[in-house]
C-alpha cells in the first residue's frame, strides 16, 4: 500500500512570511499526526486528528500555527507568520486507529531565514 | 511532560560488532517502538513491542518490552554499513490518545 505522502518536500522561506505543508495518509487511517523534528532532537506531536476532529493540540503553538482535516483525509499544516525557531523537519504520520502502529512520511523541510 | 532516555548519543563501531541501545522512562507505557531514520528521510518502523516482558526480532534486530514497563532495548547483531542512520524509541504512555513520546536518539556509525 501506499506510503504517507508529504509536499512539499523542501522549503526556505524568510521570518514572517507563511508557509503550508500537505499530508495524505495511509488510505483507510482514521489518525493523522503532525509532528515537528529539530535538529539533533526525536519529533514532538504538534496535533493528532481522529476523522475530521482534533483529539491533542495541546502543543501547537496557536498564535502561529493552524491544522485543519476537513474531509477526514488529507490535512494541512500552517505558519503564519514564521519564525526562525520553526526551522525543523515537519512530519505526517498516520494510524489505522488510536493506539495503532504509526506510520511516517518523508517529512517536509522548512529552513526559515 | 513525560521524557525518555535514550542511551548511548551516539555509537562509531566497527562492522560485524553487535549494537546495543536502551531506552528508559520515569512512568508506564503501553507500546514500545523502534524506528529508524536515514538522513533526508522520516522515521521507519523497525519493530513494534505491544507486552511487557515481549521479546521480538526483526532480521537482525532484536528488541524487548522490559517487564516493568518502563524501559526498551534494541539489538543489533553483526552491523553492516547500511545500519548506519539514526535509532529512536518511541513509547505509548498508558491512557494517551496513541500519541508517541520520542526518545532523542541514538546515532549510529559503522567503519567498513
Known amino acids: 500500500e501506499a506510503g504517507v505522502a508529504q509536499s512539499p518536500r523542501y522549503k526556505i522561506i524568510e521570518k514572517r512570511q507563511s508557509v503550508a505543508f500537505w499530508c495524505n495518509p495511509i488510505?483507510?487511517?482514521?489518525?493523522l499526526y503532525w509532528y515537528q523534528q529539530i535538529l539533533g532532537q526525536g519529533p514532538k506531536l504538534l496535533i493528532q486528528?481522529?476523522?475530521?476532529?482534533?483529539?491533542?493540540d495541546s502543543q501547537l503553538p496557536k498564535d502561529r500555527f493552524s491544522a485543519e482535516r476537513l474531509k477526514g483525509v488529507d490535512s494541512t499544516l500552517k505558519i503564519q507568520p514564521a519564525k526562525l525557531e520553526d526551522s525543523a523537519v515537519y512530519l505526517c504520520?498516520?494510524?489505522?486507529?488510536?493506539?495503532?502502529?504509526?506510520?511516517f512520511g518523508e517529512g517536509s523541510w522548512l529552513t526559515v531565514v | 511532560g513525560q521524557q525518555l532516555n535514550q542511551s548511548p548519543q551516539s555509537m562509531f563501531i566497527q562492522e560485524g560488532e553487535d549494537v546495543s541501545m536502551n531506552c528508559t522512562s520515569s512512568?508506564?507505557?503501553?507500546?514500545w517502538l523502534w524506528y529508524k531514520q536515514d538522513p533526508g528521510e522520516g522515521p521507519v518502523l523497525l519493530i513494534a513491542?505491544?507486552?511487557?516482558?515481549e521479546l521480538t526480532s526483526n532480521g537482525r534486530l532484536t528488541a524487548q518490552f522490559g517487564i516493568t514497563r518502563k524501559d526498551s532495548f534494541l539489538n543489533i547483531s553483526a552491523s553492516i554499513p547500511s545500519d548506519v542512520g539514526i535509532y529512536f524509541c518511541?513509547?505509548?504512555?498508558?491512557?494517551?490518545?496513541?500519541?508517541?513520546?520520542f526518545g532523542k536518539g541514538t546515532k549510529l556509525s559503522v567503519k567498513p
Open positions: 486528528f481522529q476523522n475530521n476532529g482534533v483529539v491533542d
Open positions: 518511541a513509547g505509548q504512555p498508558g491512557g494517551s490518545q496513541g500519541n508517541l513520546i
Open positions: 512512568s508506564i507505557f503501553n507500546t
Open positions: 488510505s483507510g487511517h482514521a489518525t
Open positions: 513491542l505491544y507486552k511487557a516482558g
Open positions: 504520520a498516520s494510524s489505522r486507529y488510536r493506539g495503532n502502529t504509526i506510520y
